[in-house]
């Protein structure tokens, strides 16, 4: 591998800037993708499913919800593509613009009651664009770190990406339970619902104001000056590093699969339970993303020092640990134990999340970069996050209301997760050069 370091092309304020855009782009994005996950827990069964019963109503929300899973592994390839064509930034502009605009629509578009079946399939519609717009966006804003910073602060610098998740999902949450609170249950349902979804499109301006003043990463921009994109990143993936692309997929499963289940399946979960607990779930959720968004970079930190695999490893073997006792101290029914189990689960979670963004960066050349850890990171969504509430769902009904096999389900993703990170190479120390046509191994 190449031993020439990005860091002489990127000062230490352009670093900072670009980790500060690629932070507040990603939280932007993230807003606009969890915003319709707890519309779809808490609200989009009345309105755009409202002929079905509670579950099965819930399950069709959960259905379009998952559709946005799907489209990320097409967003990835089209916009991993193109990313290792023609630039990182274009395609982070992209992709912010096709979820502001998403999300916008979700908030004026027409209930079941007004159009008929025409709202759910213009829900599927709107959803699968977001997914599209994600599929592309978090490997562009990845790879603007990593390929900008010093190999010694990768995964630091690389977790502030990751920090956007849960910092969206605060802002989403959040802005969802202030209307949630503030209007009777009827006047939310019937608009109070849509205010979040038109918020969307000022964060929207905000994002695209800071992404268009960043510098394209300076990886690409030598590789590009000596003509050395490759031709099809995609393929060139698939000959070149299948078995990372398969070892990351199997690394994303626990870490994506789990963080739905906490954060999503459990609003529905202690809603059917236990009614008078809904409030506290959802608090729970806000308050374990508001500690991730801290925790990320601590985790981020010592990934940097003792590499990757021993972090991600911990978090595997803590989920498998922690999956009985999550659900029993959710069933105690008893508000500040269903807070602190959705709290410690995702400290648990974020110990895989923290340094998934540089590890599966680091697992491709610059060529094909792009599409690599896009592909591995996206092709998992579908497997994982999106069918995790819909199999727990499932699994809730098959069992008479019993976890016991949603925990199970959450520690055999685990089991699959130890195994691929077990197998993949420690990538902390590797530097990133414009020259590295051999795979990671």
Not at 10 to 28: M, Q
Not at 112 to 137: D, K, M, S, T
Not at 175 to 183: C, G, I, N, S, T
Not at 323 to 331: K, S
């Given at each position: 591998?190449?031993?020439?370091?990005?860091?002489?092309?990127?000062?230490?304020?352009?670093?900072?800037?670009?980790?500060?855009?690629?932070?507040?782009?990603?939280?932007?994005?993230?807003?606009?993708?969890?915003?319709?996950?707890?519309?779809?827990?808490?609200?989009?069964?009345?309105?755009?499913?409202?002929?079905?019963?509670?579950?099965?109503?819930?399950?069709?929300?959960?259905?379009?919800?998952?559709?946005?899973?799907?489209?990320?592994?097409?967003?990835?390839?089209?916009?991993?593509?193109?990313?290792?064509?023609?630039?990182?930034?274009?395609?982070?502009?992209?992709?912010?613009?096709?979820?502001?605009?998403?999300?916008?629509?979700?908030?004026?578009?027409?209930?079941?009651?007004?159009?008929?079946?025409?709202?759910?399939?213009?829900?599927?519609?709107?959803?699968?664009?977001?997914?599209?717009?994600?599929?592309?966006?978090?490997?562009?804003?990845?790879?603007?770190?990593?390929?900008?910073?010093?190999?010694?602060?990768?995964?630091?610098?690389?977790?502030?990406?990751?920090?956007?998740?849960?910092?969206?999902?605060?802002?989403?949450?959040?802005?969802?339970?202030?209307?949630?609170?503030?209007?009777?249950?009827?006047?939310?349902?019937?608009?109070?619902?849509?205010?979040?979804?038109?918020?969307?499109?000022?964060?929207?301006?905000?994002?695209?104001?800071?992404?268009?003043?960043?510098?394209?990463?300076?990886?690409?921009?030598?590789?590009?000056?000596?003509?050395?994109?490759?031709?099809?990143?995609?393929?060139?993936?698939?000959?070149?590093?299948?078995?990372?692309?398969?070892?990351?997929?199997?690394?994303?499963?626990?870490?994506?699969?789990?963080?739905?289940?906490?954060?999503?399946?459990?609003?529905?979960?202690?809603?059917?339970?236990?009614?008078?607990?809904?409030?506290?779930?959802?608090?729970?959720?806000?308050?374990?993303?508001?500690?991730?968004?801290?925790?990320?970079?601590?985790?981020?930190?010592?990934?940097?020092?003792?590499?990757?695999?021993?972090?991600?490893?911990?978090?595997?073997l803590g989920l498998a640990a922690f999956a009985f006792p999550f659900f029993w101290m959710l069933d105690t029914g008893?508000?500040?134990?269903?807070?602190?189990?959705?709290?410690?689960?995702?400290?648990?979670?974020?110990?895989?999340?923290?340094?998934?963004?540089?590890?599966?960066?680091?697992?491709?050349?610059?060529?094909?970069?792009?599409?690599?850890?896009?592909?591995?990171?996206?092709?998992?969504?579908?497997?994982?996050?999106?069918?995790?509430?819909?199999?727990?769902?499932?699994?809730?009904?098959?069992?008479?209301?019993?976890?016991?096999?949603?925990?199970?389900?959450?520690?055999?993703?685990?089991?699959?997760?130890?195994?691929?990170?077990w197998l993949a190479a420690e990538t902390h120390q590797t530097r990133l050069g414009e020259h590295e046509h051999e795979e990671v191994d």
């Amino acid at each position: 591998m190449s031993t020439r370091e990005p860091d002489a092309a990127a000062p230490t304020n352009t670093v900072a800037r670009v980790v500060l855009a690629s932070l507040i782009g990603t939280t932007i994005e993230w807003y606009d993708f969890f915003l319709y996950a707890t519309a779809a827990a808490l609200v989009f069964n009345e309105i755009f499913f409202p002929t079905f019963d509670s579950l099965a109503g819930t399950m069709a929300s959960f259905a379009t919800y998952a559709v946005g899973f799907f489209a990320r592994p097409v967003g990835a390839v089209v916009f991993g593509h193109f990313g290792d064509r023609m630039g990182r930034k274009s395609m982070l502009v992209t992709t912010l613009m096709l979820m502001g605009m998403a999300t916008f629509l979700i908030g004026v578009l027409p209930t079941y009651g007004q159009i008929g079946a025409a709202a759910p399939a213009l829900l599927v519609l709107l959803r699968f664009v977001q997914g599209f717009g994600v599929g592309g966006e978090w490997g562009g804003a990845v790879l603007m770190v990593v390929e900008h910073g010093h190999h010694g602060r990768r995964g630091l610098n690389a977790s502030w990406v990751q920090a956007g998740v849960p910092a969206g999902m605060v802002l989403a949450t959040g802005v969802f339970k202030l209307f949630y609170w503030l209007l009777p249950h009827d006047q939310f349902v019937h608009w109070g619902w849509r205010i979040p979804f038109l918020l969307g499109i000022l964060l929207l301006c905000v994002g695209l104001f800071i992404r268009l003043r960043i510098l394209e990463s300076p990886l690409f921009a030598r590789m590009r000056d000596r003509k050395q994109e490759a031709r099809v990143p995609f393929f060139e993936v698939l000959r070149r590093y299948p078995r990372n692309v398969v070892l990351a997929i199997g690394a994303r499963l626990a870490e994506n699969g789990s963080y739905y289940i906490l954060t999503v399946f459990v609003l529905t979960y202690i809603k059917d339970k236990f009614p008078d607990a809904s409030d506290a779930a959802l608090t729970g959720v806000i308050i374990a993303s508001a500690l991730q968004f801290f925790v990320i970079p601590v985790y981020g930190i010592l990934s940097d020092r003792v590499g990757r695999r021993p972090v991600y490893l911990a978090g595997a073997l803590g989920l498998a640990a922690f999956a009985f006792p999550f659900f029993w101290m959710l069933d105690t029914g008893n508000a500040t134990i269903i807070v602190l189990a959705i709290v410690f689960g995702l400290a648990v979670q974020s110990l895989m999340y923290a340094p998934q963004a540089a590890f599966f960066a680091e697992l491709f050349g610059t060529e094909v970069r792009y599409t690599g850890a896009s592909i591995g990171y996206h092709l998992a969504a579908p497997l994982a996050g999106g069918v995790a509430p819909l199999i727990s769902i499932g699994l809730l009904e098959w069992s008479g209301r019993q976890s016991w096999p949603i925990a199970v389900y959450m520690i055999l993703l685990a089991a699959i997760t130890l195994v691929s990170v077990w197998l993949a190479a420690e990538t902390h120390q590797t530097r990133l050069g414009e020259h590295e046509h051999e795979e990671v191994d």
